[in-house]
């Protein structure tokens, strides 16, 4: 499985791009010395910045369900500023979700979809949220979310679920069917040389992947990047974005409330200081998927 494409030269030659192969053989395209800090236009938000997206950057909408908003903003256009395509990021929220904290602020700074509605993107985001212990039908936004799902077919040109996201996402796309967990999955995961920060109740086992290809995955830990080329989607169940310390502010979150949370896997050193070890693999997973996103834009334009 190839993501990516090799692109022809002037004189009709083909360069062939670098590629960091997966342990099993999968591989993703990414051009390692091509690499320099991108400008990340953030037009909405609450980390709204004043930089005006360049011709060629990548306008996403981000779908930012997570409970602290600015802080995934952060991570998000972080992860971004690692490569070296320019991105133009839309913080939106859907018009019927109830926020809990702060929710003047955050509505003010916030697009909501009805508002954009119109509009066309050239990719989708949809990050993770702490709904997974719930059944679909019992979040606030549901009905408009399945609409969102819809509309992004017809006004972007790709998509990146991620976590929730990815698990909600993909039992609506019918690309696979999920599994709630009693027991939270906490820590930092290799499955198919991918390494990355899992935060879920939820599985999405190898055997209910009825379409797209399983990029990564293992039987304990069921699929963890999936790519659908049919509707240019990728679910992803972890968080590839979280920054070093991410994990640990989770682990005293929950410590506080359960005093027998056990401790993230893999991630604290003997001295139990958090060790950042996919911040690379972050970088080549959202350059790959970026890269399908500016293919389909230059397929589109002839």
């Not at 909408?61 to 971004?80: C, D, I, K, S, Y």
């Not at 039908?137 to 609409?147: I, K, S």
């Not at 993909?170 to 899992?198: C, W």
Request: aromatic share 10%; glycine share 6%; hydrophobic share 40%.
């Amino acid at each position: 499985m190839f993501i990516g494409n090799n692109k022809q030269n002037s004189g009709g030659t083909t360069q062939k791009r670098p590629v960091i192969k997966l342990i099993t053989g999968r591989f993703f395209y990414f051009n390692k010395e091509d690499l320099h800090m991108a400008t990340i236009s953030i037009l909405t938000g609450l980390t709204q910045n004043t930089l005006v997206p360049s011709a060629d950057a990548l306008h996403l909408l981000v779908l930012n369900l997570m409970p602290n908003r600015a802080v995934t903003e952060r991570q998000l256009a972080n992860v971004f500023a690692q490569g070296k395509q320019d991105v133009a990021l839309t913080f939106c929220l859907p018009s019927t979700h109830h926020i809990n904290k702060n929710a003047t602020q955050i509505r003010q700074a916030y697009a909501t979809f009805d508002q954009v509605e119109a509009q066309y993107f050239d990719g989708l985001i949809v990050t993770g949220a702490p709904l997974d212990q719930l059944e679909f039908e019992q979040v606030d936004f549901w009905p408009e979310f399945r609409r969102i799902l819809t509309w992004r077919k017809a006004h972007t040109k790709g998509a990146l679920f991620i976590c929730w996201g990815a698990y909600a996402a993909g039992e609506l796309d019918g690309v696979f069917h999920g599994k709630q967990l009693a027991q939270k999955i906490s820590g930092i995961y290799t499955t198919d040389g991918l390494t990355m920060p899992h935060s879920r109740y939820f599985t999405i086992p190898l055997a209910s992947v009825v379409r797209g290809n399983v990029l990564a995955g293992s039987q304990a830990l069921g699929a963890t990047l999936i790519s659908d080329s049919a509707s240019n989607s990728w679910y992803l169940a972890g968080h590839l974005e979280y920054q070093t310390g991410t994990l640990r502010a989770e682990y005293y979150r929950d410590l506080h409330k359960d005093p027998h949370t056990p401790l993230p896997a893999h991630y604290f050193d003997s001295d139990l200081q958090p060790q950042n070890t996919w911040h690379d693999q972050a970088t080549q997973v959202y350059t790959s998927w970026l890269n399908t996103l500016t293919t389909a834009r230059r397929q589109a334009h002839g």
